[in-house]
Structures are given as C-alpha cells and as structure tokens.
C-alpha cells in the first residue's frame, strides 16, 4: 500500500466504526415493544370501568402502575369512586392507538389514544363516544413496564 492510500484507508476505516458504533448505540437505546405495549394496555384499563364493580378496576389500575401515579391514584381513588357511582356510569374501550415518542431500555414515553363508550345518568343511559388522549411515562420495574406518569393532551 502506497503512503498516500494508506490514510485514506484509515479515514474510510475510522468513519466506518463509528457509523457502527452510532448505530449499534441508537438500536440499543430505542425502548422495547413492551413499553408501548403496556401503554395500550394502561389506555385498555383506565378507560375501562363499572361503577358496579369499581374494585376489579381499582385492582387492575394498582397492578399496571407504579410511583407517582400510583399514589396520585390511590389518593383519588375514592372521590372517582364516588362520582362513578353516583352517576352510575360504565365505560368500555372501543379502540386504542399507542406510539412511542421517546425512551430507552428503562423508561419510555407512549402518546395513547382511546375511544371509549360511557353511559351513566348523564347520558340518560344512552351510549356515548369520547376520545381520550394522553401522555404516559412507563417505566421497567423488575421487567414490568408500569405507568409512572399520565397526562391528558
């Protein structure tokens, strides 16, 4: 190899590595599949609910949660409680559409869309459709990925 090749070589080398190396990092830092999964599923769960049987909802709530929206849900449990059954309402998930925005290995960010039917007292018993939208932040506990975080957007 002639003197003036042989840094050309190692350039073309030096930049092939570390286009390896970026690409090897980015793969490794995208969040699972799962992470988003269980955005889907905390979109399923919380949108899900009867006032009738408001503590199997409550239950599955506290099994797909952790940390601070745990406890914010646990606090505001009986007030949701309440009105829910006040109002008699029941609410079922008609579609849910989730999308990961951002994150790694340990945490991710998943926008989730619900559409879900409710009736209750309000809708004089008659279905009705909203859509729901929300932010959430999930988080690997143990390789369960739990909800930390939520908020409307």
Partial sequence: ????????????????????LATAQTA????????????CDFGTVAG???YARFDEHVGKMLDITTGMFRAEFEEARPTIQANAAASHTRATVDSVDCRTVSGD??????????VRTTTSDETGG???TNKMSLLI?????????????????
């Fill in 28 to 39: 490794a830092a995208a969040p699972p599949e799962e992470a988003r999964l269980a955005g």
């Fill in 126 to 128: 008659l279905p009705k």
């Fill in 105 to 114: 290995e340990a945490r991710a960010d998943v926008t989730v869309d619900v």
């Fill in 1 to 20: 190899m002639s003197r003036s090749t042989l840094p050309a070589v190692l350039l073309i080398s030096a930049a092939t590595c570390t286009a390896v």
């Fill in 137 to 153: 932040t999930v988080e690997n506990v143990n390789g369960r990925w739990l909800v930390n975080r939520a908020e409307t957007r």
């Fill in 48 to 50: 899900t609910y009867d």
